[in-house]
């Protein structure tokens, strides 16, 4: 069974920032918790375990989702998202179930299992930005009844999935919305934050009842510095929306994903 993290040294704090800078930008800039970029930082340079690693990876996701949407609202106002609710609470109706659900599994795998189930997952969420971050507004695949079916599916396949690895969904989300809904992009990006938040905070709730959970404690001073940062990542990230084009920006992420999942999955 793996052994607690100790308390991050000061030496590690500069790091902390710095990365939680990094990732926040492209976390604001895209739409995204940035987890699937924090995760592997967390195992391979701070030696976090694999289920702490995800708890301590949800807890700066929720961070950046959070501060992430309102810096998006010089490009995307919150008249324009609470326009679309319908969508959100169709994604959310199966999300939340699928993240509760998700969560519960994490806390029971054994971590060598965890470890690969979470590079798996990577590869998936690069491939996924490869193939499905790129397509513009569009016509929706599906309308109607059947429209409203596959989004409860779809969030519940992605409420599991985020809860397991940790991360906000937004990788899965953002295609789910501009292929299922025909959404543009940027919109995209902006409604994957709302629905990823509440999301969050019901999978956030359930690893509560682990053990595991009081790595947060042990860690006040990492989780801290590592939140100032991501925050400042995410605004930077939130004025530069528009301004990166994703074509050159997703396929050299989805690159770092690819590698991070060998990481993770060697990791012992």
Partial sequence: MDQPAKSSSPRNLPAAFAGGAVIGTLG??????GAEFRLPLLIGLFRFAALEAVILNKAMSLVVVATALPFRAGTVPFSE????????????????AGAWLGAGWATRLKS?????????????????????HDTGASS????????????????????????????????????????LFGTDIKLAGSLSLAISLPT???????????????????????????????????????MLLGVVPGTILLPALALILLISAIKVWRHK
Avoid: C, K
């Fill in 112 to 132: 060598e299992t965890l470890y690969r189930l979470l590079a798996l997952l990577l590869v998936l969420i690069a491939v996924v930005l490869l193939f499905g």
């Fill in 81 to 96: 998202i609470t326009a679309h609710w319908p969508i959100v609470l169709n994604l959310l109706a199966g999300s939340l």
């Fill in 140 to 179: 929706p695949l599906l309308t109607g009844a059947g429209q409203m079916i596959a989004g409860v599916a779809a969030g519940f396949g992605i409420g599991i999935i985020a809860s397991l690895l940790g991360v906000a969904g937004g990788e899965l989300l953002i295609p789910a919305l501009v292929l």
């Fill in 28 to 33: 604001g800039l895209i739409g995204l918790g």
């Fill in 200 to 238: 969050m905070l019901l999978g956030f709730a359930r690893y509560s009842r682990d053990q595991s959970f009081a790595v947060l404690g042990r860690n006040r001073r990492f989780l801290l510095v590592m939140a100032t940062g991501s925050i400042l990542g995410s605004f930077i990230g939130g």
